[in-house]
């Protein structure tokens, strides 16, 4: 089982940046999806979910009405289109997955990513 997230780098304050993360090992059908954010020093912190069906989201009201989680069950990918985006949203993000329902609660995430890097400059 293994998440590959990608997508991550160097963007300027006020663009656009799209991440992805690649399934391999397991049928995303009955998994929900979770991506979460981590900067030095700092916690895990969730950001957006997604249901199984990906019918359903839920985000974190920083990014509420900047990101957009969805998935594409036949591609076994998940992607975070992330606009507007602001110098504190610069950290590594992770993807995860667990069976059935989502969570915001990263302990309750069966498989995670690697994660990827972004780095939103002033």
């Known amino acids: 089982v293994q998440l590959q997230a990608s997508g991550g780098g160097l963007v300027q304050a006020g663009k656009s940046l799209s991440l992805s993360c690649v399934a391999s090992g397991f049928t995303l059908d009955y998994h929900a999806f979770g991506w979460f954010r981590q900067t030095p020093g700092k916690e895990r912190e969730w950001v957006s979910c997604i249901n199984m069906n990906g019918d359903v989201t839920s985000y974190s009201d920083s990014v509420e009405g900047r990101f957009t989680a969805s998935r594409d069950n036949t591609k076994n990918t998940l992607y975070l289109q992330m606009n507007s985006l602001k110098p504190e949203d610069t950290a590594v993000y992770f993807c995860?997955?667990?069976?059935?329902?989502?969570?915001?609660?990263?302990?309750?995430?069966?498989?995670w990513g690697q994660g990827t890097l972004v780095t939103v400059s002033s």
């Open positions: 995860a997955a667990r069976y059935g329902v989502f969570t915001f609660r990263p302990v309750q995430y069966d498989y």
